[in-house]
DNA sequence: CATTCGGATTGACTCAAGTCAAACCCACCG
DNA sequence: CGGTGGGTTTGACTTGAGTCAATCCGAATG
């Protein structure tokens, strides 16, 4: 599943940390990265695997997750094309990787040694502020969904995880989840059964309704509510 | 509380991040950084205000905490001396600190423009390969963090944190906890409640005692199995 | 078009963590 | 040495998420 031939400019400056790169190094990047194909439910790395490649998604969909002692899944991240798999990059030999990586569907990876990246992160300064600045952001991510983890309540983390998927597709009253409701599930730490059961209630609430992956948000204002844990409909 | 007198060169040394730097780098950082001296439940910085410094912790014990909608704080982490606060360092300007800072106790914090550091890691292929180390240690703390959020049972929690304490000491069978209780227990996200009546539990079982902050681990391997979720006794 | 399989939903039940209230204990301070 | 206050522990009670089981539904398949 490695296929040699050379991956388009546009496909590598997609990413942040190569967007400002001169024409001469994302020449060197073309000719070094490999494209991995994965079929679904492929196996990309494992957690605690020492990192011997840095990924970033060009098409479909992976899951990045660690398993429970009582052998479910709990998911982290899901990264879909235009995704930089910041938890695959290693400035320095030794690094594991910290999650499991698994295709949820057929999907294209460009599989970039490390090392090549430490050494352009050396030689560019743009480089390398875009790779501390991915790190920090990423850093922001998982204190934001740790305090999203901390909270018991289900329906602030569902009301929560719907207010930011609202937010991040440009506050449109319509969109689409970016996966499953098992996944979404898993993502937010709760049972299928208690996201399901929570939907229904913001459903019976008018606050929010849902037909297959299809999420319709009727009032925006009361998730914040719920979420700031003004509203007694949580 | 602002003192301008030099910091020793060992007191800076002692942060991964500067420990490979020339002397001539060094005496830069001391000629301009500061010393900021905190009384207990002093303010450092807020969640969400512009990073204007980057802090070191040379003595004292501060916390990094977000607040709930209940009023209530969520600690992430707990910084004593020789503790960088990693989330306080950005390299690029506009990014905002992730969490709250506060002093438990009397507190002095090396204090750090961050354009300087950026500055540094520009100029030594050391620090900035420290630097990217740092964070990405950070980003494998915070995942492992929220996965420990991510089990509802309370004595998993407790067992795991715990065994971690007790690696940190060297596996040794008694050692001291870094801060009462209550901080305990807000790092874990659980109520003290909840924390003292594990306790209880490991105690009865034999498996681990605490008196006030002493504590005693009787037989780690079953913290180690219940972990694992092998151990009924959970 | 019928079949099938995995995901989604619903209901009934259980139980562990949260909550409230009270007692306790240690450290600190006058 | 007694008093005060914060952290800690304990008990009684409530509640909401997990669990198990059954059903429903939709997309993919032949």
């Not at 235009?82 to 990787?97: H, K, T």
Request: hydrophobic residues 40%; contains cysteine; positive net charge.
């Amino acid at each position: 599943m490695l296929e040699r031939k050379m991956v388009p400019v546009e496909q590598i400056r997609q990413f942040r940390i190569f967007r400002d790169l001169g024409d001469a190094i994302v020449d060197e990047i073309r000719r070094s990265a490999w494209i991995k194909s994965l079929a679904a439910d492929e196996v990309l790395f494992r957690q605690n695997d020492p990192v011997r490649r840095s990924y970033f998604c060009l098409s479909g969909q992976v899951k990045l997750f660690r398993l429970t002692r009582a052998g479910s899944e709990k998911i982290f991240t899901i990264a879909s094309s235009g995704d930089s798999l910041r938890d695959s990059i290693s400035l320095m030999a030794g690094r594991l990787y910290p999650l499991n990586c698994t295709a949820i569907s057929a999907s294209e990876m460009l599989s970039i040694d490390p090392e090549f990246i430490a050494d352009i992160c050396h030689r560019s300064r743009d480089a390398r502020t875009s790779l501390v600045e991915a790190l920090e952001q990423r850093i922001d991510e998982l204190v934001d969904h740790a305090e999203l983890l901390s909270v018991d309540k289900a329906s602030f983390r569902v009301a929560s995880y719907l207010l930011n998927e609202y937010r991040r597709n440009g506050s449109k009253r319509s969109f689409r989840l970016g996966s499953s409701k098992k996944y979404v599930a898993s993502y937010l730490s709760l049972q299928p059964e208690t996201l399901s059961r929570c939907l229904r209630h913001f459903r019976q609430n008018g606050i929010a309704s849902s037909v297959n992956r299809r999420i319709e948000i009727h009032e925006p204002e009361r998730l914040e509510q719920i979420v700031h844990g003004v509203d007694a409909a949580a």
